[in-house]
C-alpha cells in the first residue's frame, strides 16, 4: 500500500513533493476513496435461496452496500490550493474532466473580472479566490466568488496597483489557502490574510522591492508556514527599491498573526539582474527529511522548514556570470529528481533528491544539452534535444513524467525523468507564445497562450496527441495572457483578461 500511495503522490517510496502540512489534511480523505476501492474490489457474497437460514450472508451484503454508499458520499472532489495545485507540481488526481469545450460549450458560468491578473485562480471547497487589478481605479482587489455560481460573495480593495509596461502588473502572485485562511500577496508588497467570509485577520507590506519586471513570487502555506521568498537586487533599479543594501531572504511568517516566525538572507553569487527570481517555493519530503526548495539567483537550495537554515546548494547554469539572466520557471519535483531550469534558453537541470551541502555535478541525474543562444561554452545540441528548455514555464510532473513548454517554440516536450530523455515532441502551433505553466489531470494537459488560445494535449504515450484547441480570448481584449489553468472540483477554471471561466461536463 505504501508503493501504490507514493506512486499515487507522483514520487517514489518515501518521498513526496507536495502532501505536506494543510496539503495532507486537503487530500487525506482520498484514503477513504482508496478503502471504497478495495472493498468494491471484493465480489459481495450472493443471496442463496434459503435466504432465512444466511443471515450472515445478508449482513455482509448490506455492510458492503452500506460501505460504499458511506464511501461515495465521503469522496471529495480536490481543491487547488496554491499556484500549482494540490501536489505543487502542477497535477490534480482529478477526473471525468471534458476534453473539448469552448467560450459557449461546456461553460457552467463565466464572470466578469474587474481587471487583469497572471494569477491562478484558488479553489477549496465553494470559494474561488481571484487577485485583479482594476484599470480604471488603479486599484488592486482581492476577490471571493461561490464556485456553484461565479457569484461574487465579497472583494476587499488593497492598495494601488503596480505596472512594468509589459502587460504584467503587481497581481501576478497566485493566492493560498488552508481551508481556513486565504492569504493575497501582491507584488507591491501587500500581504494580506483573510477568513472565507471576507473577514481581514492582518496585514502587513514587507516591501519594497528591487526588481527591473513586477514582482511575481507566490506564497507557500505549508505546516503551519507562510513562506515567502524575496531574491531581488542588490542595489534600486527603476526607482524600486532602496538604494543600496537590498537583501535577497526567505521569510517565515505565522498565517494566524501575520508576524515573523523567522528571517534567512539567501546570499549568491549572480549579478544585476540575474539576482532576481519570479519563481515560488516548492515543499518536499524525502526519506523523512522535510524541506522546501528555492530557485533562482543562479543556483538551487534546499531549506529546513523549521528554521529556514539551508540544507543544500547546486549551481550554477551561469557560470559566466550573465547579467540579464533573471529566473522565472519554480522548481519541480517527481521520480526522485528535482528540476532547476536555467534562463534565455540554458539546460534543465535535474538534481538528485537527498544531498546535503554545497553539490557538485556529481549530483545532478541528468541534464538537457541544449545550448543558449548566448552562452558558447556548451557544445551543440542534436536536433531532438534543442528544444528541452524553458524561459518562463514552469514544467508539469504528471502521471510519472515531466512535460516541458518551450513557451518560445510553442512545443510540449514529454520527458523521462530517470534519464531527461524526450519520449515526445510536440508542435502547439498558434500565432503568440506562451508564458502559462501546463497543468493536467484526468489523462490531459491544458495551456493557454497569450491569444487565448487554449490547447488539451494526451498525456502519456508515445506520440504527441492534441486533442482540441479553443479560444477563450474576447475580442478587443489586449492582454497577454499568462494565467495557468487551475483544476478542482471537476471543473476547469480559465482566467482571460477580462473573464473567469468555469468549465466542466
Known amino acids: 500500500m505504501t508503493k501504490f500511495m507514493a506512486g499515487w503522490l507522483g514520487g517514489e517510496e518515501g518521498e513526496s513533493s507536495a502532501k505536506l502540512g494543510s496539503s495532507c489534511r486537503e487530500t487525506s480523505a482520498h484514503w477513504l476513496w482508496f478503502s471504497a476501492f478495495s472493498i468494491a474490489s471484493i465480489e459481495p457474497p450472493c443471496l442463496p435461496s434459503n ?70 485562480p484558488v479553489i477549496w471547497g465553494d470559494k474561488v479566490f481571484v487577485t485583479a487589478a482594476d484599470m480604471a481605479s488603479k486599484k488592486q482587489y482581492a476577490l471571493c466568488l461561490d464556485r456553484k455560481t461565479g457569484k461574487e460573495l465579497w472583494r476587499s480593495e488593497i492598495s494601488d496597483f503596480a505596472s512594468d509596461g509589459q502587460g504584467s502588473n503587481s497581481c501576478s502572485p497566485s493566492p493560498v489557502t488552508d481551508g481556513k485562511l486565504v492569504v493575497f500577496f501582491y507584488g507591491t508588497g501587500d500581504l494580506v490574510a483573510f477568513d472565507f467570509a471576507g473577514k481581514k485577520i492582518w496585514d502587513r507590506n514587507i516591501g519594497p522591492f528591487a526588481f527591473l519586471w513586477t514582482f511575481s513570487s507566490s506564497p507557500l502555506l505549508d505546516d503551519g508556514r507562510l513562506i515567502m521568498q524575496v531574491l531581488q537586487r542588490d542595489t534600486a533599479v527603476s526607482g524600486r527599491g532602496k538604494p543600496d543594501g537590498n537583501e535577497s531572504f526567505l521569510l517565515a511568517i505565522d498565517p494566524k498573526t501575520g508576524k515573523d516566525q523567522w528571517r534567512q538572507v539567501r546570499a549568491c553569487e549572480a549579478k544585476s539582474e540575474a539576482l532576481e527570481a519570479f519563481s515560488t517555493p516548492v515543499p518536499f519530503t524525502h526519506n523523512g527529511r522535510k524541506e522546501f526548495i ?83 561554452t556548451t557544445a551543440a545540441p542534436s536536433l531532438n534535444e534543442r528544444d528541452l528548455t524553458t524561459d518562463v514555464p514552469t514544467p508539469l510532473f504528471y502521471d510519472g513524467k515531466f512535460y516541458v513548454l ?45 491569444d487565448g488560445e ?37 471543473n476547469l477554471y480559465i482566467r482571460t483578461g477580462t473573464k473567469l471561466f468555469c468549465v466542466g461536463k
Not at 409 to 431: F, T
Open 294 to 376: 528555492i530557485v533562482g539567483g543562479d543556483c538551487i537550495t534546499g531549506h529546513e522548514p523549521a528554521t529556514g537554515k539551508e540544507l543544500w546548494r547546486w549551481g550554477t547554469w551561469n557560470p559566466t556570470h550573465i547579467t540579464h539572466w533573471r529566473l522565472v520557471p519554480s522548481p519541480t519535483i517527481g521520480a526522485g529528481v528535482i528540476l532547476a531550469c536555467g534562463p534565455k534558453g540554458a539546460p534543465v537541470y535535474a538534481v538528485k533528491a537527498g544531498g546535503s551541502g554545497a553539490l557538485n555535478n556529481k549530483s545532478l541525474a541528468w541534464q538537457s544539452h541544449v545550448q543558449s543562444t548566448e552562452d558558447a
Open 454 to 490: 487554449l490547447s488539451v494535449v494526451h498525456a502519456g504515450g508515445t506520440e504527441f496527441n492534441r486533442l482540441h484547441t479553443a479560444n477563450f480570448k474576447d475580442e478587443g481584449d489586449a492582454t497577454r495572457l499568462r494565467s495557468s489553468v487551475a483544476i478542482s472540483q471537476g
Open 51 to 120: 435466504a432465512g437460514q444466511n443471515r450472515p450472508h445478508i449482513m455482509n451484503r448490506l455492510l458492503f452496500t452500506a460501505a460504499l454508499t458511506l464511501s461515495a458520499s465521503l469522496l471529495p472532489a480536490e481543491n487547488w490550493s496554491n499556484w500549482r495545485g494540490p501536489l505543487h507540481n502542477g497535477s490534480s488526481p482529478e477526473k471525468n474532466l471534458p476534453a473539448t469545450f469552448s467560450k459557449t460549450e461546456n461553460i457552467k458560468w463565466s464572470v466578469a473580472l474587474p481587471g487583469a491578473s497572471a494569477a491562478t
Open 406 to 450: 518551450n513557451g518560445g517554440k510553442k512545443k510540449l516536450l514529454c520527458v523521462n525523468p530517470a534519464d531527461g530523455k524526450v519520449i515526445w515532441s510536440g508542435d502547439l502551433g498558434g500565432k503568440s507564445v506562451f508564458q502559462c505553466s501546463p497543468t493536467a489531470a484526468d489523462g490531459k494537459i491544458y495551456m493557454m497562450n497569450f
